[in-house]
């Protein structure tokens, strides 16, 4: 058993998750000789995304990240090229894009999901748009329906950037199975994980064969490996995508007690709804709105603060009292490098007031009732709205 370390006295934002079997597969993989990529792990996590989402393909990558990368090459993104992104969101959403020379067009968000406006789509596509990436955040999924109409209608790739909601579904299909390519992340922060990890899902079978060379350096080597050619050489651009095989291995464990962490997760998440519930339409706070015809993935909770003010106070009292929360993404579109590519104040409205306004709270696997009832007994105290510190603005930025 792996040790997890518990402390009394605070409560963290995040934890790491091990579910016991990772060693033992660790373990495996030495037996096996075989630490590269591509090993018999790496396999059993392909066949159980698959078969459990129903995708054509699925490819482990050393990250979401370049699992991005990888989506941006397969669809030769060429300078110039747009590409329609949420400005609420990772910053590796759209720099994978922009490593090509993508263009960025940033769209605002929905004041209900947070996920990307369908309404403002269309009058944003250009001759030029390449590509749509939707991104289901907090693991709530984007209307599919309408996004795939739209981009069916200008000849536009749609990619999911379905970090947050592995294993969640929109009108009963699971994410991940809408666009012609959608991604997965691993990393610590996200539901099921392996350190650091992603995923590439193939729904459109046209891009398997060069997802797997650009995968393996240009090579055709998964071709080799299966018999299909008889040397393997270069044929195409390509970078080293793939994971070593011990990832692999801790990642199956994890991905095996998928319904123990989902039910887990999903506990966590009700229990703060129906603790808050109430106090948040006495303050005039909102909490996530989850849709009838998602099942969303239990990636996070979060507050919708009156105020940046409030909201900032708010983290301060919960530090005070060993708790961390945290706030999210800062608006690309004003970033550095979003006005860069031209983006300025006022251009994504709802993502500037949300952006100022949510806050995080602890959300983990095992995190327990006894925890989440000392951070809602602490939210609860928080009544100072008037008195609000306004010297407490941290400088320091989570994006993730
Ligand atoms: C975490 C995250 C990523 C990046 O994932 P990595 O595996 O760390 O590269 C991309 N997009 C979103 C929405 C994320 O939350």
Redesign the pocket.
């Known amino acids: 058993m792996l040790e997890q370390k518990i402390s009394l006295s605070s409560i963290p934002f995040c934890r790491p998750f091990v579910v016991g079997k990772e060693l033992e597969y660790i373990r495996q993989t030495i037996e096996n000789m075989h630490l590269s990529g591509d090993g018999s792990f790496t396999k059993k996590c392909h066949a159980l995304l698959e078969q459990t989402l129903g995708v054509q393909k699925a490819l482990l990558t050393t ?4 699992a ?1 990368e990888m989506a941006a090459l397969l669809l030769d993104i060429q300078p110039g090229d747009e590409v329609i992104v949420p400005s609420f ?2 910053v ?2 759209i720099n994978s894009f922009v490593l090509r020379g993508a263009h960025p067009i940033f769209i605002d968000i929905r004041p209900d999901t947070l996920n990307l406006d369908e309404t403002q789509l269309e009058k944003l596509i250009t001759p030029r748009t390449k590509a749509i990436i939707p ?1 289901h955040y907090a693991g709530v999924g984007c209307e599919m329906e309408a996004i795939l109409k739209i981009a069916q209608r200008h000849g536009v790739a749609v990619i999911e ?1 379905n ?2 909601g592995l294993f969640a579904k929109y009108d009963g299909k699971y994410l991940g199975t809408f666009g012609c390519l959608a991604v997965q ?3 610590d ?2 539901n099921f994980i392996c350190g ?3 995923a590439l899902l193939i729904n459109d079978p046209q891009y398997i064969e060069r997802a797997e060379i650009i995968r393996e350096k240009g090579t055709n080597r998964s071709r080799f490996f299966r018999g299909l050619v008889d040397k393997y050489t270069w044929v195409d651009v390509g970078s080293s995508y793939l994971s070593s095989d011990m990832l692999a291995a801790f990642l199956y464990a994890q991905l095996e007690a998928r319904e123990q962490i989902q039910s887990k997760r999903r506990q966590v998440w009700e229990y703060y709804y129906k603790h808050l519930q109430d106090w948040a339409q006495e303050h005039g706070i909102r909490l996530p709105i989850v849709p009838a015809h998602c099942e969303q993935a239990y990636h996070m909770f979060y507050l919708l603060m009156p105020s940046l003010e409030e909201r900032q106070a708010l983290i301060s009292h919960l530090k005070a009292e060993g708790i961390s929360s945290a706030f999210h993404y800062l608006p690309l579109h004003i970033s550095q490098m979003g006005r860069g590519f031209g983006g300025k104040e006022r251009d994504c409205m709802v993502t500037e007031d949300i952006s100022d306004r949510l806050l995080r709270l602890p959300f983990y696997n095992d995190l327990t009732e006894i925890d989440q009832e000392r951070v809602v007994a602490s939210i609860k105290e928080f009544h100072s709205f008037s008195s609000v510190n306004l010297d407490y603005i941290p400088k320091a930025h989570v994006v ?1």
């Open positions: 990250s979401c990240t370049d991005l969101t990772f590796s959403t991104v950037d970090a947050h992340s691993f990393h922060t996200k650091e990890g992603g993730r």
